[in-house]
């Protein structure tokens, strides 16, 4: 797994709460503004010790950003992160796997055959 696949994962995987969900979707809102710990937890009804817990996740998981204005810390979204993102799960859709060896062989086959019994010596109980 190369650096930016691991940051994806990184970010995937502190994005699936539904609580941190709740937070990053209030705190995009925002825009580059940034919301306070305090505007938060009021907004989620989530208790200041949950909430910590949750906004330092997404802190290191470079989710998101954190600046301290004074006695409050204003937490926003790192800019450019959930376009990255986005494009990083649009992108799983275009490489997609090959198809079973199943399905090639069965492509392969020419069309008069596709159908018609490989092997004619073996008995059927359709009479074929």
Known sequence: MNQAENRQVVM?????QQSRLRIVSLVAAAGAKGVAAGEIARAL???????????KDLNRAGVLE???RGRFVIYAVQPGVLEELAKFIAGL?????P????ARAARRRPAAQKGARADRSQLSIFGD
């Not at 995937?12 to 699936?16: G, I, K, T, V, Y």
């Not at 859709?93 to 796997?97: D, E, Q, T």
């Not at 198809?99 to 199943?102: C, K, M, N, V, W």
């Open 93 to 97: 859709g275009i490489a997609a796997a």
């Open 12 to 16: 995937l995987r502190a994005l699936a």
């Open 45 to 55: 009804r989530c208790p200041a010790s949950t909430l910590s817990f949750h906004l």
């Open 99 to 102: 198809p079973p060896a199943r």
């Open 66 to 68: 954190a600046r301290t």
